[in-house]
């Protein structure tokens, strides 16, 4: 049965740790611990989580958008799990636009990122898949892949202005009303 783990605050060393690339795909415990991410993710309403977030410096994210309080215009995606994931190429585009973090409870900041990526990952199963995101969904990408580098998104911020508190951005997702 699936656990919802802990989620590792801002300040946890393992949140600044470059994550260690999984070599076994077929080790019985790298399925548990995505399905432990899978349980954790929805129990927390996020739109992804990488591995350090729950203390286990292993390169594996998962996507998982869907439409929720936080993100009430997110796309939904079936929950994917990623195994040492790497973005391959960022189109010249950015975009900014609002992100929160799990590991950064209450704080939401404007952050930078590439509008278009393309992506190569693992399955669980050891399946190499390459693709495409745009829009939310690479930015989600490219939040959680950030994770496993030891960079959160207060890092791509380019000024503490674009910063607000929880609070300031639910008024802020009131106003912008449906995109």
Same mark, same amino acid.
């Given at each position: ?7 590792? /605050? ?13 070599? &076994?795909?077929?080790?019985? /415990?790298? /399925?548990?611990?995505?399905? &432990? ?15 350090? /977030? =729950? *203390?286990? *410096? ?15 215009? $997110? ?5 994917? $799990? ?7 190429? @960022? ?15 209450g704080i939401r900041g404007l952050v930078p990122r590439h509008l278009t990526i393309r ?6 199963? @050891? ?9 939310? #969904? ?10 496993? &580098?030891?960079? =959160? ?5 380019? *000024?503490?202005? &674009? #910063?607000?508190?929880? @609070? ?6 009131? *106003?912008?009303?449906?995109?």
């Amino acid at each position: 049965m699936p656990r919802i783990l802990e989620i590792s /605050q801002l300040g946890s060393p393992v949140i600044r740790e470059r994550a260690a690339k999984v070599t &076994d795909i077929h080790d019985p /415990q790298l /399925q548990t611990l995505i399905d &432990d991410l899978f349980a954790t993710v929805a129990a927390e309403n996020g739109m992804g989580i990488a591995a350090p /977030q =729950v *203390s286990v *410096s292993k390169r594996i994210i998962i996507l998982s958008p869907k439409p929720n309080a936080r993100y009430p215009y $997110a796309p939904t995606m079936e929950p994917t $799990a990623m195994i040492n994931p790497e973005m391959t190429w @960022g189109s010249p585009e950015r975009e900014k636009d609002w992100e929160g973090c799990l590991t950064v409870p209450g704080i939401r900041g404007l952050v930078p990122r590439h509008l278009t990526i393309r992506v190569r990952y693992h399955t669980p199963q @050891g399946v190499q898949i390459e693709t495409e995101f745009d829009g939310f #969904l690479a930015r989600v990408f490219q939040h959680e892949a950030d994770h496993l &580098d030891g960079v =959160v998104f207060l890092d791509r911020v380019e *000024s503490t202005l &674009d #910063l607000v508190t929880e @609070g300031e951005w639910q008024n802020i997702i009131a *106003s912008r009303g449906p995109l």
